[in-house]
């Protein structure tokens, strides 16, 4: 399989606190790609790390990447009642193609 | 480019109709994607086009499910006969703007929630 699955299936944390939210593949990669999607809504892109970086920050965004391990982590700092929604990891091969796991739905309560 | 444009929102139709949905992708991508989204099943990438051609079709269901891509700005999925289990969100997506690197984002559209009676 070409997805990625994300760990847990659903988080709840207060705002101001840090979210953490897994993936793991199986294949190898080109990149990983993080997005994000809102009740009701398409999905959004957040973040690509390349197979080469280990750590990528955009904003309150941290992702990280360990291809021996064939994983990455997304970390949400300061959370806020702004970022409840579902969070998808898409690992991408050379055929370009975005597969999906089911995705974090992450909760944060103000 | 106003984003990937999804058409019709939301579709109700009777069961053993037939059923289109349609896409234009942002102008210039080389890439086209339509998935669908069930609580049950998760995204499913169904079938995706590269400069109009369908690469990869494995993701579609049955043969009652037919993506077209008759030129770089439209694509349709049609489903006949549609049946109740094919009720779902189902998006297009598209990436890679002509002449640029290969792995990029991709833009979704705003999904069309089908429900099927």
Redesign the interface.
Known sequence: SQQGEEDPQALSIQEGENATMNCSYKTSINNLQWYRQNSGRGLVHLILIRSNEREKHSGRLRVTLDTSKKSSSLLITASRAADTASYFCAPQTGANNLFFGTGTRLTVIP | DAG?IQSPRHEVTEMGQEVTLRCKPISGHD?L?W?RQTMMR??E?LI?F?NNVP??DSGMPEDRFSAKMPNASFSTLKIQPSEPRDSAVY?C?S??PRGGP??????????TRLTVV
């Open positions: 990937v890439y994607f998935y998760g995204l990438l995706y590269n690469i990869d998006f997506a990436s890679s290969r792995d990029t984002e991709a833009f979704f559209g705003q999904g």
